[in-house]
């Protein structure tokens, strides 16, 4: 069973930047599907950046493409999200997610097993 702990949401405003993280526990992030997911109110859960730790490859969706950077630190167990230029429309919580191997589609939420509880980040204008 895998435990995955978020951090580092805030309050922020617009064109400010956040770096959240996200630590697992009895699971190890090698060679796994590692993710970063987002929901607002009222809102489907959105695939934001995804990556697979075998090979280092990342995916993002268009809306943070050039402003956000999934990255890993698999000796620690921990994924990052570095959010730059941050937009109200960002508001959202934001949830770490993590599965075996390499999933396909690596950005839907349908494709991790594992869940984080979610941090908030809040843009304000």
């Known amino acids: 069973q895998g435990d995955l702990v978020e951090s580092g949401g805030d309050s922020v405003q617009a064109g400010g930047s956040l770096r959240l993280s996200c630590a697992a526990s009895?699971?190890?992030?090698?060679?796994?599907?590692m993710g970063w997911f987002r929901q607002a109110p009222g809102k489907d859960r959105e695939g934001v950046a995804a990556?697979?730790?075998?090979?280092?490859?990342?995916f993002y969706a268009d809306s943070v493409k050039g402003r956000f950077t999934i990255s890993t630190d698999n000796a620690k167990n921990t994924v990052f999200l570095q959010m730059n230029s941050l937009k109200p429309e960002d508001t959202a919580m934001y949830y770490c997610?993590?599965?075996?191997?390499?999933?396909?589609?690596?950005?839907?939420?349908?494709?991790?097993?594992?869940w984080g509880q979610g941090t908030q980040v809040t843009v304000s204008s």
């Open positions: 009895g699971y190890t992030t090698s060679s796994s599907s």
């Open positions: 997610a993590a599965a075996e191997g390499l999933v396909a589609p690596i950005t839907k939420a349908v494709s991790y097993k594992y």
């Open positions: 990556t697979y730790t075998g090979d280092g490859s990342t």
